[in-house]
């Protein structure tokens, strides 16, 4: 198969705003790949590359893309071997042995796949192919049923694997994909919720209401002695998380796959600032954080076990995987590692617990269908989180240079939501308010490095950033793409935790109409 196959396809999902038109563009791609083809091409289309970030700068790339081919002939199969050889080169030497690598793969590419390889290794290429959007492509290429794509995909963590699966050894291959104790599982998710009322009302009486904490999401496998630990993005963190390591280490089981989140705590118990939390994951955020990482121990919180010993619990309804959880924990008298929650509250006992949670300095709730299985993402509403204060995960699409006090500063972002159907995210608002000087600083420092496009009004930005922002609740107006805007929107803070893919979709920007309530 040839680069050129990938552009036009490419080029197809770009151009519509179809859900159905983007699986079928690529699906026909897939269909068409050779097996050894299949996971490249996978993964270009969802934007990644199989070999991660090859750490090569624009500039360079820039300086290569000249002279082009003048018509294709570069294959898919020499694109990824390159690839792989830029990645294994390293050491003295290696920046030029990289150059050349670069230069024999740009010299035997177009003009137009010299842009597409750029914005590749760059992470740049935003086609349209969100994850949700590639699954139903696999699963169309295939010929089986999306859910069983889905169910490898979450045990896998790989899109271009499950790919590689599915046209391999079709629903058999898919079906026999497993839980493996020391592979990150795909974590599931919690929808917005628009009331405490409403989600017990939307999900009935067999529930669990838990703490809704301002933490980090984590998710910690043991197998014996061996302890690892990976975040919500399957970001493995292990070494710098010791104490967390430890306290999984002292339980009376020899494996387990714990699902949980962890903050930092004060002297009191209450929580410390986002920032000291995130500090210890080697995040860099504005306004700083605590300032010995080191010094910041986090705190365990577990609220799902999904393999205990030998047993998969995936399927189980959550009872059975809170009661095999409430067992394994039952044995720590001191620190106790499970989230605080009510199973089967009254709708007093549930507000007890959403008041309970909020008086300790802690975002809200989550209301969990106790019937449920363990499914990645957030399919259909079965946990549904419910906080008090308005807030959306957006991304940063851009920034103006401030004036006044704030001359020579990035100030005025560009705030953008999801398009579910893997577009690229649509404008909603704007919003300078909630900011300190450090924040400011930071944005001027970091932005011009993420900039695809300076002007003299600020700079237009690569996706890459999300920021959850409070609001007073949202207007129709034909200001925006969305036809939505903001109302009194100021800056939270900066999610290092979240990547675009995890932003609020335009439909829960919508929710927050008046009328419709929050989406949480």
Not at 11 to 35: C, D, M, Y
Not at 323 to 338: I, S, V, W
Not at 495 to 518: C, F, M
Request: aromatic share 4%; net charge negative; hydrophobic share 45%.
């Amino acid at each position: 198969m040839l680069l050129a196959d990938v552009l036009a396809a490419s080029a197809a999902v770009a151009a519509t705003r179809s859900r159905t038109a983007k699986a079928a563009a690529i699906a026909e791609l897939l269909r068409r790949a050779a097996p050894d083809e299949v996971r490249p091409v996978t993964a270009w289309l969802a934007g990644d590359m199989l070999q991660g970030r090859l750490g090569v700068g624009r500039r360079t790339l820039t300086r290569l893309a000249h002279d082009p081919a003048p018509a294709p002939a570069l294959t898919v199969a020499a694109v990824d071997r390159a690839f792989t050889e830029l990645a294994a080169t390293s050491g003295p030497g290696s920046t030029a042995r990289r150059e050349t690598v670069l230069e024999v793969l740009f010299t035997a590419a177009t003009a137009d796949e010299q842009r597409f390889l750029v914005r590749l290794l760059t992470g740049e290429l935003r086609q349209g192919a969100l994850e949700g959007v590639v699954l139903e492509s696999i699963a169309a290429a295939a010929g089986v049923p999306a859910p069983v794509v889905r169910r490898a995909f979450m045990l896998s963590g790989s899109l271009p694997g499950t790919a590689a699966t599915a046209r391999s050894g079709g629903i058999p291959a898919l079906e026999a994909e497993r839980l493996q104790v020391g592979r990150p599982v795909r974590p599931m998710l919690a929808s917005p919720g628009s009331s405490l009322d409403t989600a017990l009302a939307d999900l009935g009486d067999d529930v669990t209401v838990e703490f809704k904490l301002d933490g980090a999401r984590i998710q910690v496998h043991r197998d014996g002695d061996a302890i690892r630990v990976w975040t919500r993005t399957l970001r493995e963190v292990t070494d710098g998380v010791p104490e967390l390591v430890d306290r999984v280490r002292a339980l009376p089981c020899t494996t387990a796959v714990l699902d949980g989140e962890t903050l930092a705590l004060d002297d009191d118990g209450r929580p410390r600032a986002f920032q000291d939390t995130m500090s210890r994951f080697g995040s860099r955020l504005p306004n700083g954080g605590a300032d010995d990482a080191a010094a910041v121990l986090l705190s365990p919180f577990f609220f799902d076990l999904l393999h205990l010993d030998g047993r998969d619990l995936l399927d189980e309804p959550l009872d059975v995987r809170l009661d095999a959880l409430a067992g394994l924990l039952a044995a720590e008298e001191h620190a106790p590692l499970r989230m605080p929650g009510l199973r089967r509250p009254t709708p007093d006992q549930a507000a007890g617990v959403l008041d309970g949670a909020l008086a300790e300095g802690h975002e809200g709730v989550v209301v969990k269908d106790l019937r449920a299985p363990y499914a990645a993402g957030r399919r259909g509403r079965a946990w549904q989180k419910v906080k008090p204060v308005h807030t959306l995960d957006l991304v940063v699409l851009g920034a103006e240079w401030g004036y006044g006090r704030r001359s020579g500063k990035l100030s005025n972002i560009h705030l953008g939501a999801r398009d579910p159907d893997g577009g690229e995210p649509v404008m909603v608002g704007k919003t300078f308010k909630g900011m300190t000087d450090e924040l400011l600083d930071w944005q001027t420092h970091t932005f011009p490095q993420l900039a695809r496009e300076t002007t003299e009004w600020g700079v237009l930005l690569r996706p890459e950033l999300v920021v959850e922002i409070a609001l007073d609740g949202v207007q129709r107006s034909p200001r925006y793409p969305g036809g939505l805007a903001l109302r009194f929107a100021r800056v939270v803070r900066y999610r290092p935790d979240r990547t675009p893919a995890d932003a609020d979709t335009l439909e829960a920007v919508g929710a927050l109409l008046t009328g419709n309530g929050p989406p949480g």
